[in-house]
């Protein structure tokens, strides 16, 4: 299982993601509570990996809302540190390639991609009824990036890993960590070929 984050300046949302992409919980609350939620995940099942969404430059000036955010980033990530857990940051431009095949992809366009992929039957809003829920029951507002971000995560999980040499030191090309001769990363999890 992964969690994936979608953090925000005041409030974050999160998705907990089993290895068959079903959204096992989720919501969105004050950025305090999120590191609530990410450490009782840690605490009960250490070694798992945490996906952040992470700032990206567009080339525009930014605004205090923006730096805030940066910190609760540096929060989450330090609390995934003090733990023998992986994070990982993708930009929502990784997720918009990965997921609708272009940068300049709208997040309408990113959430009908996820439709599109995982709903079963309710093809209009992939939610269903509290009768007859579908894939995404329950999500609304930054529910659906936290998830898109872990669905990028775990689609590039499936590609393989390789070492890379850099300054006498084989890196893996996944999460950089230094390595021996291991077949799989002792880190990340990342299974090299080749």
Request: charge should be neutral; glycine fraction near 8%; include cysteine.
């Amino acid at each position: 299982m992964i969690m994936a984050i979608d953090p925000g300046n005041v409030f974050s949302a999160y998705c907990i993601i089993d290895d068959d992409y079903r959204p096992v919980a989720f919501g969105k609350y004050l950025n305090g509570d999120v590191l609530g939620v990410l450490k009782r995940f840690l605490d009960e099942r250490k070694g798992n990996r945490i996906i952040i969404e992470m700032v990206a430059s567009y080339g525009m000036p930014v605004g205090k809302d923006v730096f805030e955010t940066c910190v609760w980033i540096g929060r989450f990530i330090q609390m995934c540190d003090s733990y023998p857990a992986y994070s990982t940051r993708i930009t929502r431009q990784q997720v918009k390639a990965n997921l609708c095949h272009a940068e300049n992809a709208r997040d309408s366009n990113v959430r009908r991609a996820l439709i599109d992929r995982f709903a079963k039957h309710d093809l209009k809003s992939g939610k269903g009824t509290k009768k007859s829920p579908d894939w995404f029951y329950g999500f609304a507002d930054d529910v659906w990036s936290a998830y898109a971000v872990g669905v990028t995560a775990l689609d590039t999980d499936n590609e393989p890993a390789y070492k890379e040499q850099d300054d006498d030191v084989i890196r893996c090309s996944v999460c950089g960590k230094g390595v021996t001769s291991e077949t799989r990363c002792p880190r990340c999890g990342s299974v090299f070929r080749g």
